[in-house]
């Protein structure tokens, strides 16, 4: 098996407290290693940053809603090309890249793992086939729960056990990582004519309110012993005034914490953060969100950072694309997918010049910056929404530079300017504070034992970019920064070379981890004895045409979880 030796690059792995050293890095057999014979090709990274592997913690990279975007806009596709070559196939951009140029992309930046947060679970068999024709990167995905029949129903009878046990059945179905929960029971509402704006207001049919659904779905996390928090897309987004609902959300799980690990993830906050209650007057609530988050260690949170320019926003959150598209005149897909979920899809164009996108750009950036602790968050622009994974690096030199982001601010629209806290924040960010936030702090609320730092043993999945952090200074040289982050000098998976000089030099197979939770036999028999049964009544599907057989998809890692039940 091949050996490496990463000679003298200035070393970011904040998990193993390494803050810029200068060191040499072993790789053997695709791991890590203590030290590597003398037939190991060597790598010069004298001048260079050495970080591990970028982790996304939330991207929509594949699955139906995906693929319906890309059906819904070929003007997306036609202005990005990307050229075959020996190695990679052809494909297309721009905000819903084709699957194949999603690896090339992501690889290209030094990233090596993403996780896709939303997958309807009858839908999962189209996801997994998308996520196994990416090449290069380790991938995941998370089905949503928040609006599932069988769920709210489990819930309404304080059936929390059996609930646990159909969540586990389920996450061995669809080969599912985490609990994803998208404007719980708002969805279902919706379907009825109705909107949910509180915690406490009733799901139509169902008599259960948002907060059951959270509560009980955070409490049966714990109880299957899930490697990551319940991960929610919040009640409310997109209103103006819903950055009471963020903190109420975060709040109501409050006293579920324990056991020193987070017990809920806020996504994409940056669409929940909204004061006011007009878009005339609407602003940022990032300083009340992130003074929750200072002051609170059950809960962690990612921006989806608004990036100026066109892209395609695609949501389980029905309601919302609907609102999006009658406030944007916009093309539109709707689907509601048999009493589990539904999604939407809007084109959209955020404006510097336009007062809400302006303001949105600020909450993103000013909940970066205002959160103390980078363990808490994690960047992103929850792809596409917010705008293309493409733009991390960008993104980066705002985080890293005043002067790059006093740059946007000064040509974006003034009232928001005005409205904002944003240009009073000297906050700068280091390079250990990038590597939490991209990898080191996604791997550790994913549960990633071995992503997301160098120790030995850990994947030798790993990021170098030519940055010479004796005499660059990225406060200053923004624009080296970001180019240099958007090519990586070289980038290995699993010990093998795929990126050089950001051309795509090999093409691996990744894995797709799944997490599969061990709850009592006496209990799955019961459950599932009952299951199939309400499928019959409720799905088109029969129960045993339902599951994704591990051997379907094409480089499973089948993660156990001991659940307590
Ligand atoms: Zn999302």
Known sequence: MTELLIRNGTVFDPLNRIRGEKMDLAVRDGRIAESVSSKAKI??????????????????????KVNSGRILRPEDHEKDVEERTSITRAGVGYSIPSTFTTGYRYSRMGYTTVFEPATPPLKTRHTHEELDQIPIIDKACFPLFGNNWFVMEYLKEGKLEECAAYIAWMLNATKGYAIKIVDPGGVEAWGWGRYLKRLDEEVPHFAITPREILRGLCKINKMLGMPHA???????????????????????????????????????????????????????????????????????????????????????????????????????????VEGETGAGIVPFRYRRSNYVNAVQWGIGLELMLLVKDPWKI???????????????????????????????LARINKNARRRLDLPGIDREYTFEEIAIVTRAGTSKSLGLKKKGHLGVGADADIAVYSIDVSNIDPSRDYELVRKALANAAYTIKNGEIVVREGEIVATPTGTTYWVDPKVSNDLMQQTTASLSAKFEEYYTVRMANYPVEENYLESPTRIEAVAEV
């Open 43 to 64: 790598i010069d990274a004298s001048g260079m940053v050495v970080m591990p592997g970028g982790v996304d913690i939330h991207s929509h990279i594949a699955g139906s």
């Open 230 to 336: 319940i991960h929610v897309h919040t009640n409310n987004l997109g209103n103006p005034g819903n950055y009471l609902t963020t903190i109420e959300t975060m709040d109501c799980v409050a006293d579920l914490a324990g056991g020193g690990k987070p017990v809920i993830h806020i996504t994409h906050v940056q669409f929940c953060g909204f004061t006011g209650n007009s878009w005339l007057n609407v602003g940022s609530g990032a300083p009340e969100i992130a003074e929750y988050v200072n002051k609170h260690d059950h809960v962690t949170v990612d921006p989806g950072q608004v990036v100026f320019g066109d892209t395609t926003t695609m949501t389980a959150d029905g309601p919302f694309q609907f609102l999006l598209h009658k406030l944007s005149g916009n093309k539109w897909v709707n689907v509601d």
């Open 378 to 408: 994690y960047l992103t622009t929850d792809h596409p929404n917010a705008g293309p994974f493409t733009s991390y690096p960008k993104v980066i030199t705002w985080l890293m530079s005043k002067d790059a982001r006093g740059r946007v």
